[in-house]
């Protein structure tokens, strides 16, 4: 009887490896992106959720500074461009737009995520497209160590202090584009399209102040793993 409660003790230590080794695997297969991080759906939401004030916020005149304010967040493609995450398996986009109380000076702060890199570089030349189509494409380097320094509570002193991008003009828009690919952490293919830009209006000189401004203490933090941004580009590549 001794001999048949020790089989039966270690059948039951045994396989506790194997169930736990099971329910490892099963965690990994239900959170495909990784423990510790959010699932793709929580990566553009996450970010635009946690940007600048309300303009009926007693904080707003904490970071992005006293004349800019958030006066809307939506979950979904900013209208303004194509659907980019409509055809893609593993997508999100979310925008926000900040507003200068007691003025009609609109300027949205757009985000597409991307967990498959094919899905990523399908949408960036379909992007490029229709910023060719429609306006004038120009890589940019932008320089925003004046923005970065000026604000010395804004948590952003590690930043890179220029980032490659792409200026659009269009009809009714204008602004910067960037890329962040393989941007989560190393060893990950996803990546974020980022857009910054004026509402209603085209004459980015007048209103890059406020771009600069946002991109630089609300931008989105994840390309601090990688260091650098791109421009967009016809063929799916970073091009810095």
């Not at 959010?38 to 916020?57: A, E, L, Y």
């Not at 979904?76 to 003025?103: C, D, E, H, I, W």
């Not at 690919?181 to 399209?193: E, H, L």
Request: with cysteine; aromatic share 12%; glycine share 10%.
């Amino acid at each position: 009887m001794k001999e048949t409660e020790n089989l039966k003790r270690w059948i039951i230590w045994g396989t506790i490896p194997f169930i736990l080794l099971f329910i490892f695997f099963l965690a990994i297969l239900i959170h495909p992106i990784g423990p510790g991080l959010p699932q793709h759906q929580d990566f553009s939401t996450g970010v635009i959720w946690n940007v600048g004030h309300r303009c009926d916020s007693p904080d707003r005149a904490n970071p992005p500074g006293p004349d800019l304010c958030i006066s809307q967040r939506n979950s979904g493609n900013y209208p303004q461009f194509p659907s980019l995450t409509q055809t893609a398996g593993y997508a999100t986009a979310s925008y926000a737009v900040f507003r200068k109380p007691g003025t009609n000076q609109p300027r949205v702060f757009a985000i597409w995520y991307f967990e498959n890199p094919e899905d990523c570089n399908r949408s960036e030349e379909q992007l490029s497209r229709y910023l060719k189509a429609g306006g004038q494409v120009t890589p940019v380097a932008l320089n925003l160590t004046t923005e970065i320094q000026s604000w010395e509570y804004s948590g952003r002193q590690a930043s890179p202090t220029t980032l490659e991008g792409t200026t659009f003009e269009g009809n009714d828009t204008a602004g910067y584009f960037f890329v962040i690919k393989k941007a989560v952490m190393p060893g990950r293919d996803d990546c974020f399209i980022e857009y910054f830009g004026l509402v209603g209006e085209n004459n980015l000189s007048a209103g890059s102040a406020d771009l600069r401004q946002i991109i630089a203490l609300e931008g989105n933090p994840w390309y601090l793993f990688t260091g650098r941004t791109g421009s967009i580009s016809d063929d799916g590549k970073v091009h810095s």
